[in-house]
């Protein structure tokens, strides 16, 4: 066991975080157990800070197994510019590069060393001379040939539990699936880890799933929505990637198209221009994602349908990791389900590779709350709808659609159940084009029974029957519908239907659309935004690295004009409060000075008053507000001092409360937070006593 203050204090102090996010603790606890360990959180979860903060306190020096280049220069400049000294080992370099890496390492003075399974070999220099306090497997599902990015490689990794019996090994993943998770415990031989599995749930990424009619045009007005924000479009073919982003460039968006034809330094290049905020658009295939941890991935739009759930997951997940509310919408086609349903035939193991398909295929088809289908898919069982899917926020409203259904049975029964949906429903609106005319479908009973239905209205009222069971696509026999035993109740036995009315759905995502404000261009996150990026590119490391988007909401949010105000902030550890901490204080001293809007402080705290009047609760608060949670507890700590009505007492544990009374009066009621905080040698938190000194001065008043 190591003591809790010392994990928390090197939490603030090197990476800049006030709390462990859910299972950190646990693990790296296990770690300094001397335990080997699996680690499966979704991607965004955390999962770096699991390995690189025991790296800090361990003796010796830690060697991260990671498979893409890029992703470990992302890392390495992430944890330099916490001040944290680590470096990479590869075959890009030259030999004197290596050696004066080797140098270094002999020196004492790196903690953490990244290296691509292919290049373990050049570590045995290391390995012979120096004490390895940990081994990291990071993306270790690249391990299976069950998972999606097998790596070969990654199967000569189980020498190294031989070679190091002794030293802690810790796996780690997004992939879920069990059949994967074995395979890594058994080929890295570490049948005995713990394995933590933490939620899947990401409580920020808004769920939506649309239609795919005029993809461009409800591209363009989601990204006009979105003016400043990064994003990422997933294509199903390299002809799409590009195809979509010349049509975004031609509308004057900075978009580009990203696959596995372009050259390699051209790819490094359209990363790097994505990763510092200066290509706002990617239209890539799956190539694209793996090898960046970019933060500020605001929104993700699949154009077409992924093959399977956990690549979907994949993806999406790659919006928000700083924890800020994001947005994924996903485009429905049929047209891309019977184009998968084919790569799937031709595929390895067909069976497994369709079954992923049609479970992708109900979670797009849904009329229930996405998230528990997708939690459910990965193990997971919620009890309550999420509140943050199309379906919960917005309900399909059901009507009578008997009649409905059976004009579009009966034309499936007149063109004897041979023609694909585009067809049938060219028969209900009474089309007059070669395909009808040449097969005398004019002549049907059905022809033309149902014009007043737009052509796109009736597509989705069809697929509304498909999944529900009263009609069939034949993927055999070139997609023909056909009509399943329950069609026939509908058709002879008055089954009555329910379909979701369509105007309504469309009506009410514009209108929520319409709702997101846009950025503005003079606000003070903006301005700070800027700072980053001018920083970034003097420093030549990715702006997120800097501070993370949700790091500089909060300083929009509480204004930092000191030392002592700035390094408070969630994200702000000791050496980038050294390094940028003059700068970004400056720039918000002049920015309030502009401004000259003093009360700003006091709005903001009655904001949160407001939402908290609502009954909302402090994680609700902080997500509707973008704020992080030790910010609403400070407003809620002042607004209390200032008499609103606010049950303070529901926030803290009674033992603390009457630990820090006792310590105020040891103390002698200092004016600072700091004195307790070091008197508690850093075992509770700035907001917990903050919170406790507020319900303590309120007392004695
Ligand atoms: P993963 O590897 O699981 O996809 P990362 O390790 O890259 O996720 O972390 C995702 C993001 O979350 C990073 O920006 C990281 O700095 C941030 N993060 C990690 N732990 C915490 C924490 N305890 N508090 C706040 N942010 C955190
Ligand atoms: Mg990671």
């Known amino acids: 066991m190591i003591a809790h ?72 400049d992430g944890l330099t510019t916490n001040g944290i000294s680590a470096a990479f080992l590869n075959s890009s370099q030259s030999e004197t590069e290596q050696q004066d890496i080797f140098a270094k390492i002999d020196e004492g ?53 031989n070679r190091f019996p002794t030293v802690p090994m810790i796996a780690l993943t997004a992939t879920a699936d069990k059949a994967t998770r074995e395979d890594i415990v058994n080929q890295l031989n570490i049948p005995n880890a713990i394995q933590h599995i933490a939620s899947f749930d ?121 924890g800020l509310p994001s947005d994924t919408l996903l485009f429905h086609s049929y047209g891309d389900v019977i184009q998968l349903q084919k790569f799937a035939e031709n595929s390895g193991n067909v ?17 229930s709350c996405r998230r528990k289908i997708l939690l459910n898919y990965f193990g997971e069982l919620i009890s309550e709808d999420c509140g943050n899917c199309d379906v919960c926020l917005n309900p399909p409203q059901f009507f009578d659609g008997t009649v409905i259904a059976q004009k579009a049975l009966s034309a499936v029964a007149r063109v004897k159940e041979q023609e694909p949906i585009g067809t049938v429903i060219d028969v209900l609106r009474g089309a007059q084009n070669a395909t009808i005319l040449n097969k005398g479908y004019q002549e049907l009973k059905t022809y033309g029974i149902a014009k007043n239905i737009a052509w796109l209205d009736w597509k989705q009222y069809i697929t509304q029957l498909v999944n529900q069971g009263f009609l069939e696509i034949a993927f055999h026999d070139s997609n023909k ?29 514009e209108a929520q659309q319409t709702k997101k404000t846009k950025a503005k261009k003079d606000s003070l996150f903006e301005r700070l935004r800027k700072l980053r990026l001018q920083i970034a590119q003097e ?20 204004r930092p004009m000191s ?65 992080a949670e030790t910010t609403i507890y400070s407003h809620l700590s002042k607004l209390y001092a200032q008499g609103k009505d606010i049950d303070m007492m529901q926030f803290i544990d009674i033992q603390d409360l009457e630990s820090i009374r006792k310590a105020k009066k040891e103390l002698d009621s200092p004016d600072a937070l700091k004195p307790y905080y070091d008197y508690f040698e850093e075992a509770i938190p700035y907001a917990t006593i903050r919170i406790a000194l507020t319900i303590l001065e309120k007392e004695e008043t």
């Open 5 to 76: 203050t010392t994990l928390t204090s090197t939490l603030k102090e090197y990476f800049g975080y006030d709390s462990f996010r859910p299972l950190q603790k646990e693990i790296i606890q296990s770690i300094f157990e001397g335990n080997d360990n699996l680690v499966i959180m979704p991607t965004g979860g955390g999962k770096s800070i699991c390995y690189q903060l025991p790296a800090l306190l361990l003796e010796g020096i830690t060697i991260v197994v990671s498979p893409l280049i890029a992703l470990m220069k992302d890392q390495v």
């Open 109 to 161: 003075t790196i903690h953490l060393l990244y290296t691509a399974p292919e290049s373990l070999s050049y570590l045995e220099p290391i390995f012979n001379r120096q004490k390895i306090s940990l081994i990291a497997i990071d993306e270790a599902h690249c391990i299976s040939s069950w998972g999606h990015d097998f790596r070969p490689a990654y199967t000569n990794l189980g020498y190294l539990k």
């Open 202 to 322: 990401r409580k920020n990424l808004k769920l939506e799933v649309r239609p795919a009619n005029n993809r461009i045009q409800q591209i363009t007005n989601f990204i006009t929505k979105r003016s400043a924000e990064s994003g990422i479009i997933y294509c199903l073919s390299r002809k799409t990637t590009e195809q979509v982003a010349e049509k975004l460039q031609n509308v004057g968006f900075n978009a580009i198209a990203y696959h596995a034809g372009i050259s390699h330094e051209q790819r490094s290049q359209i990363q790097e221009d994505f990763i510092n905020d200066t290509c706002q658009i990617i239209c890539a295939t799956i190539a694209f994602g793996m090898g960046i941890d970019k933060s500020n991935v605001r929104w993700v739009i699949h154009y077409n349908l992924p093959k399977n759930i956990e690549g979907y997951y994949q993806e999406i997940g790659r919006a928000g990791r700083d």
């Open 351 to 367: 069976d497994v590779q369709l079954a992923k398909l049609n479970r992708m295929k109900e979670y797009a088809d849904a009329l």
């Open 481 to 509: 519908l056909k009509l399943t035993t329950f069609a026939k109740d509908v058709l002879f036995k008055g089954k009555k239907v329910a379909l979701a009315n369509l105007i309504e759905i469309k009506e009410i995502t």
């Open 539 to 558: 420093e030549d490391v990715p702006a997120y690295q800097i501070f993370n988007d949700a790091t500089l909401r909060e300083m929009e949010a509480e």
């Open 563 to 627: 030392d002592e105000e700035f390094i408070r902030i969630n994200g702000v550890g000791r050496a980038k409060m050294m390094n940028y901490g003059y700068d970004f204080i400056k720039e918000i001293i002049a920015f309030s000075k502009e401004k000259k809007k003093k009360t700003r402080k006091v709005d903001t705290t009655l904001k949160t008053y407001e939402l908290y009047q609502k009954g909302m609760s402090i994680e609700e608060i902080a997500i509707e507000r973008k704020l």
